[in-house]
């Protein structure tokens, strides 16, 4: 059960070592993924999230299962928090037929029924509207739950941005909008792009109440995130984050990242949301430097076997190459 | 078995109305849906029996509340989308294209996203270019949508409740110029039509004339011009633009010998280049004359009367193109 009273993060030594935990599994499986890479086992577009692991945790942990969600193409850590089962995600990644999406998807579309995983989505806003749609569902039915949906700074410059949070606000949906602001969409920054660089101010002018936090840190992202879903789960409407973050790689492991300095980046690195996560929980006494240890220990005993499964599974066979474009017939009532 | 009169636009009307009793899952979106009473008067009436939630007026945001329905059927609603004209779904076609068709093969046969999206079609009504176009077969392009174009009163009325039934996305297109045709309709029964099979409106024997939508009609013109001269044309209702009935149409072919297609699209890249081709390549021995095309003219839909009446389709040019493979 919810406890839809309690809008404040409790820091018990469980919750701090799962926090750690996921943010933990994000970073690691992603720098198997660049490692994979290279040796080109995966292949296609492939988006790093790592920087930004504190937003896909933060928000995550205050979902109930049964919350849809709805990412964009960045999205492997908001599977692998969802509850995605690591060699699944990692078997997509490869495109092998034990993938979430049967490894039709890859990278950037990574999809799960059982969790409510709505992708894995590689049209920049285009999650938008689904998420109004899912939100519109659970209303229309008279289910008390949230939907939510993640997406770049860079999807405020598109129309379905706009419409989106207006139909949301205007029909008083039960959604919870995450913008991840990692101040650049591919290679043009915010001031770039953006008229009004505050997104979270965007947003409230149509009437939805939106907050900007600190995106580097874990707690703050979940404190915020849990008043926001709560408030969504009372009925509340729409609400709003633009959590404040960066990626330390660049936007795809195609892009040179010419057009941001190094010092930037560097800058960005002192604030690693792991680190300052891991620093504080220990200075505070809550967590061990064992847990460090058991928590590294478990995750890449966990990567190694995801490795392991997804160089083992199969390949989709030809056959099969125009299945499920539309249903099969015996599913046609 | 008794039989009641009744318009094109009463027969959707009938259909949503039918669809919104049987299931409580169903429930329409569009742009002036309510209040107004639809662009296209489908919709008058429902609001008082169904009420604003399932009759709901949306945004001039095409992208947004067909993103949102395609999101409602994701979670287990059946939603019906107006949008008011084929030259405004452009604006959807992200969500569309996309979305709706891709998702099922994208994630491995796991998401069925059962939507129905109506929309307003074609030329006739000197509307001009940005509100007469037909891009039936920019639709009938995409894999992972079904594409359906009632010419008749019958199927604008049986059309539906099959189409909500079925667990992919249907995109339904309504010639603007048929809401006001009226006919005949059993009283009683099931009015459900096959939504995967060509209709054939005429028996012939000289030549094939194949068409859809608003076109049907004056093929059958055409046909019962040419019979005075001797001709007997069958004439084909395509009815589902996607996927394309070829048994029906092969069929046909085989036995007259002759095809002659009728779209009211520009030439080029058109849904009749499809079935020229297919036709081409199942039945080319079959055949006693080149596959004809009667098609729209390769220009933005004019305003003037007479200048629209010249781009598109008319039953003279039809009959020409049937004399000319008859070599008469």
Known sequence: MRNIADDRVHLTREHAFELLRQMTRIRRFEEKCAELYTQEKIRGFLHLYIGEEANAVGVISTLSEDEAIVATYREHGHALVRGLPMNEVMAEMFGKAAGSSRGRGGSMHIFSARHRFFGGNAIVAGGLPLAVGLALADKMVGIERATCCFFGEGAAAEGEFHESLNLAALWHLPVLFVCENNLYAMGTALARSQSNPSISERAAVYGIESEAVDGMNVVDVEAAARRAVHAVRRGEGPRFIEAMTYRFRAHSMFDPDLYREKAEIEEWKKRDPIMLFADWALSAGILHQDDRQEIEAGVAQEIDAAVAFAEAADWEPVEDLVKDVISPPETVP | ?328
């Open chain 2, 1 to 328: 078995m008794t039989t009641r009169r009744m318009t094109y636009r009463e027969a959707v009307r009938e259909a949503l109305r039918e669809s919104l009793t049987r299931d409580k899952r169903v429930f329409l979106m569009g742009e002036d849906v309510n209040r107004y009473g639809g662009a296209y008067a489908c919709s008058l009436g429902l609001p008082a029996e169904f009420g604003d939630e399932r009759i709901r007026d949306a945004p001039l945001s095409e992208s947004a509340f067909v993103g949102a329905g395609i999101g409602a059927a994701l979670g287990g609603m059946r939603p019906i989308v107006e949008i008011m004209t084929i030259n405004f779904s452009l604006l959807a076609l992200d969500q569309i294209v996309n979305s709706a068709a891709t998702l099922r093969h994208m994630s491995g046969g796991q998401f069925s996203v059962p939507i129905v999206i109506r929309m307003a079609t074609g030329a006739g009504r000197q509307l001009a270019a940005q509100h007469s176009h037909s891009l039936e077969g920019w639709y009938g392009h995409i894999p992972g949508i079904r594409v359906l174009a009632p010419a008749t009163v019958a199927d604008a009325r049986g059309m539906l409740w099959p189409a909500l039934m079925n667990p992919d996305p249907v995109v339904i297109m309504e010639h603007a110029t048929l809401y006001n045709e009226e006919d005949e309709l059993p009283t009683e029964g099931d009015m459900s039509v096959d939504i995967g099979k060509a209709a054939k409106r005429r028996e012939g024997a000289d030549a094939t004339v194949i068409a859809h939508s608003a076109c049907v009609k004056k093929a059958l013109d055409a046909a019962d011009m040419l019979a005075s001269e001797g001709i007997n044309c069958e004439v084909i209702d395509l009815r589902i633009l996607r996927p394309l009935d070829d048994e029906t149409i092969i069929a046909s072919v085989r036995k007259t010998h002759r095809a002659i297609i009728v779209d009211e699209a520009w030439r080029s890249g058109s849904l009749a280049a499809e079935i020229s081709s297919r036709i081409t390549e199942q039945a080319f021995y079959d055949l006693d004359a080149p596959v004809a095309r009667v098609c729209g003219a390769e220009v933005p839909i004019p305003y003037p009367r007479h200048l629209e009446l010249a781009a598109l389709p008319q039953p003279q040019s039809i009959a020409a193109a049937v004399r000319k493979a008859m070599r008469r």
